[in-house]
């Protein structure tokens, strides 16, 4: 499966994750070791805070416990942060959720 391929099946699934995390107004300018000019969102803080909320919806829908399901990746996008997960054998993504201030 090619990359745009995977990209496009995780932006699917993460539509139906979409609401696992949200933050309000995150500046990111500080907290990124990536270039700050990039153009991409993901920064190891907003990963960390949509896992825990990102694990129990994934949980919820395939009816596994959260210990079954890992991180596979970490995509950092033009869009925002995008997990993509593990959850017994079936690929999930989930995506974080901005609102502006």
């Known amino acids: 499966m090619t990359l745009l391929q995977r990209l496009a099946v995780a932006a699917a699934m ?3 994750l979409a609401g696992c ?3 309000t ?3 990111t300018s500080t907290t990124s070791n990536a270039p700050a000019d990039d153009g991409l969102s993901g920064t190891p803080a907003q990963f960390e805070r949509m896992a825990d909320p990102c694990f129990a919806q994934a949980a919820r829908m395939t ?3 959260r210990g079954a399901i890992v ?4 995509i950092r996008t033009g869009g925002g942060p995008l ?3 593990n959850a017994g054998a079936r ?5 974080l959720k901005t609102t502006a201030v």
């Open 71 to 74: 991180v596979t990746d970490r």
């Open 25 to 27: 107004g995150v500046d």
């Open 14 to 16: 993460a539509a139906a």
């Open 83 to 85: 997990l993509t997960l």
């Open 63 to 65: 009816g596994l416990n």
């Open 91 to 95: 690929g999930t993504a989930a995506a």
């Open 21 to 23: 995390g949200t933050t």
